[in-house]
Each structure stands twice: as C-alpha cells, then as structure tokens.
C-alpha cells in the first residue's frame, strides 16, 4: 500500500552536514508520524528523529541539537537536516512511516536505507 524512498545519504567529512529526504507514496489516508532510524555495523537499529502529524518532534540524545527533521505534508515528505557531522553518525539510515490506509489505522511502512558516511 505504502511506499518510501529515501535520498540524499553519502560521504562527508566530519563537521559537514546532509539533508536526507524520504517521500511516502500510495494509497494513504493520512500519516500519523514520520520518522528516521540508523543503524550502524554491529549495533542495532535505533531512533533518529520522529515528528508527528502536530509537528510535535522527538529526537534522540547523541543527534540533539545537530539534527532537525521536519516535513511537508502536501508532499508526504519527511527530511532530516544533519549538520556537525561525527564519524559514529555513520550508518544506514532508514525512512519510516506509521499510515492510515484504507485498511489499516496504524501500519507501519519503512524505506530500504541510504548509507551515510562520515569520515574523520
């Protein structure tokens, strides 16, 4: 029913930042959160950021005040702005999508990941 697609991942160097953007397509009556999640080598997959439908934001201690996600709710798009960029930020990060459909009220949907790395 939903699905996401993630962009803007790659190399920086440390200090630099990126700005990642994943759009939800599909039959969706409305989204109820949208979020990022990364994963790095040999650890598991954790929070990023979340906003929900209010605008109202989470994020986890080691992005705060780094990271800001945001999104366009005419576009179904969340983005994730990254700046000061530390080499333990590097990872999969991964778009998610918590959707009412059609025949669902809370199903959650998750892109494939675009890697980030940051290089010291």
């Known amino acids: 029913q939903v699905q996401l697609v993630e962009s803007g991942g790659g190399l920086v160097q440390a200090g630099g930042s990126l700005r990642l953007s994943c759009t939800a397509s599909?039959?969706?009556?409305?989204?109820?959160?949208m979020g990022w999640y990364r994963q790095a080598p040999g650890k598991q997959r954790e929070l990023v950021a979340l906003i929900s439908s209010d605008d109202t934001t989470n994020y986890a201690d080691p992005v705060k005040g780094r990271f800001t996600i945001s999104r366009d709710n005419a576009k179904n798009t969340v983005y994730l702005q990254m700046n000061s960029l530390k080499p333990e930020d590097t990872a999969v990060y991964y778009c998610?999508?918590?959707?009412?459909?059609?025949?669902?009220?809370?199903?959650?949907?998750w892109g494939r990941g675009t890697q980030v790395t940051v290089s010291s």
């Open positions: 599909g039959v969706i009556v409305s989204i109820n959160t």
């Open positions: 998610n999508c918590n959707a009412r459909t059609f025949t669902s009220f809370n199903d959650d949907y």
